[in-house]
């Protein structure tokens, strides 16, 4: 009996120094985690799947995101405004193909920075906001653009 109880405690210990040195070591808390999926067996994400989640929804990843595709979005479409209205050269003076690819790169360029600044400065923002409010809903996107448009103002 005298050793049944030393194996408990014995146990009782081990775990309390497992608690212990849980608590005060930097070791992951969930280092196998189960995700849930709507069909079929729950997935055991590993460390770079976790790692790679935290990438992706961070603040920086989506400023940069929204500004590397706001970029290419307003190249295209400065590409298009520029060939549906081009400069008008005066009677008796032809217009060059040189001048005709100048004048479409800067409206595309043009284009471009514009998008890159309002996506980045939109997605950040509404980052920032969704942050500080701590909820995913439609009211961080509201505040974002509120925001964004403010700054656009005051910089106009």
């Known amino acids: 009996m005298a ?13 309390l120094h497992k608690f212990v ?20 067996r729950p997935v055991v994400k590993s460390v770079e799947e ?5 990438i992706t929804e961070s603040c920086a990843f989506k400023c940069i995101l929204s500004g590397v595709m706001g970029f290419a979005l307003g190249g295209a479409i400065g590409l ?7 400069q008008i050269k005066p009677p008796g003076q032809q217009e060059t193909v040189k001048e005709i690819i100048r004048e479409m790169k800067t ?41 964004t448009g403010g700054l656009i103002g005051f910089r106009g």
Request: aromatic share 10%; charged share 20%; net charge negative.
């Open 21 to 40: 040195n849980r608590i005060f070591s930097n070791d992951q808390f969930r280092e196998k985690i189960m995700m849930p999926n709507v069909m079929g």
């Open 107 to 147: 409206s595309s360029l043009g284009y471009a920075k514009n998008f890159a600044l309002l996506g980045a400065v939109f997605s950040g923002i509404e980052c920032l906001v969704e942050t500080y409010r701590g909820q995913s809903d439609w009211k961080n996107g509201t505040y974002a653009g509120g925001i």
């Open 3 to 15: 050793n049944n109880e030393e194996k408990t405690n014995m146990t009782q210990e081990e775990v």
């Open 80 to 86: 298009f405004t520029s060939s549906v209205n081009p």
């Open 50 to 54: 976790k790692t790679l989640d935290a």
